[in-house]
C-alpha cells in the first residue's frame, strides 16, 4: 500500500500562484512515477503532469510554461508549482502515484479555486 497526503490548495486571483506538495508513504519502493490530475465540476479526471523516477516530466498542454513538476525523492515528496493561474485551473487536484505492476494510488484531493 501506498498513502499519498496532499496539501497546498486554496483561493487565489487569477494571476497568482500555488504550490501543492504531495508526500508518499507505505510501500514507496513500488512507484516509478508520480503526478497530478485535476478534476473540475462535471468534467473527466485529467492529467495535468507526472514525473518518472529519473526525472523525466511530462505536462498537459493547457499548463505548459505555467505549471512545474519537480519532486525530492529524499523527502518522497512531489511538488506541483502552479503559475500565472486561470479561471479555468479551479479544480481538485489529486497527486497519484503510478506503480509497478499494482494499482495506482491516489491522495484524498486539494481544492483549487481561482477567482476572476
Known amino acids: 500500500q501506498v498513502q499519498l497526503v496532499e496539501s497546498g490548495g486554496g483561493l487565489v486571483q487569477s494571476g497568482g500562484s500555488l504550490r501543492l506538495s504531495c508526500a508518499a508513504s507505505?510501500?514507496?519502493?513500488?512507484?516509478?512515477?508520480m503526478g497530478w490530475y485535476r478534476q473540475a465540476p462535471g468534467k473527466q479526471r485529467e492529467l495535468v503532469a507526472d514525473?518518472?523516477?529519473?526525472?523525466?516530466?511530462n505536462y498537459a498542454d493547457s499548463v505548459k510554461g505555467r505549471f512545474t513538476i519537480s519532486r525530492d525523492n529524499a523527502k518522497n515528496t512531489v511538488y506541483l508549482q502552479m503559475n500565472s493561474l486561470k479561471p479555468e485551473d479551479t479544480a481538485v487536484y489529486y497527486c497519484?502515484?503510478?506503480?509497478?505492476?499494482?494499482?495506482?494510488?491516489w491522495g484524498q484531493g486539494t481544492q483549487v479555486t481561482v477567482s476572476s
Open positions: 497519484s502515484a503510478e506503480r509497478v505492476l499494482l494499482p495506482r494510488s
Open positions: 507505505g510501500n514507496i519502493f513500488s512507484i516509478h512515477a
Open positions: 514525473i518518472t523516477n529519473g526525472g523525466s516530466a
